[in-house]
Nanobody, 126 residues
């Protein structure tokens, strides 16, 4: 049974930093891709970043490049999203997702992914 559990969200001021975590119920070092998406109220789910577990290649949507970093700790079966310089347009429900199997590359569409976490709320005040 595949499970993804996110944590680390919360309220922040603009310019702040936050790290989200996603613990997976299987080995993240296997041939898969892990992604982060976010969804603001009334908006479609938006791809933020993904990482290819085996090679560690990372991919980002342009609005978060140079501010967010996706990483993984295979010993903990955990994927992280480190966010810096948070902006008022960054808040939303942040979802962790997994694509199994995966051969690497950016996967920016929700339908690319097979499993999802329940989401973790991030709010940013100006």
């Amino acid at each position: 049974h595949v499970q993804l559990v996110e944590s680390g969200g919360g309220p922040l001021h603009a310019g702040g930093s936050l790290r989200l975590s996603c613990v997976a119920s299987w080995y993240t070092s296997s041939r898969n891709c892990m992604g982060w998406f976010r969804q603001a109220p009334g908006m479609q789910r938006e791809w933020v970043a993904n990482i290819y577990a085996r090679g560690g290649s990372t991919y980002y949507t342009d609005p978060v490049k140079d501010r967010f970093t996706i990483s993984q700790d295979n010993a903990k079966n955990t994927v992280y999203l480190q966010m810096h310089s948070l902006k008022p347009e960054d808040p939303g429900l942040y979802y962790c997702a997994a694509k199994l199997p995966c051969s690497g590359g950016p996967f920016s569409t929700p339908s690319d992914y097979d499993y999802w976490g329940k989401g973790n709320q991030v709010t940013v005040s100006s």
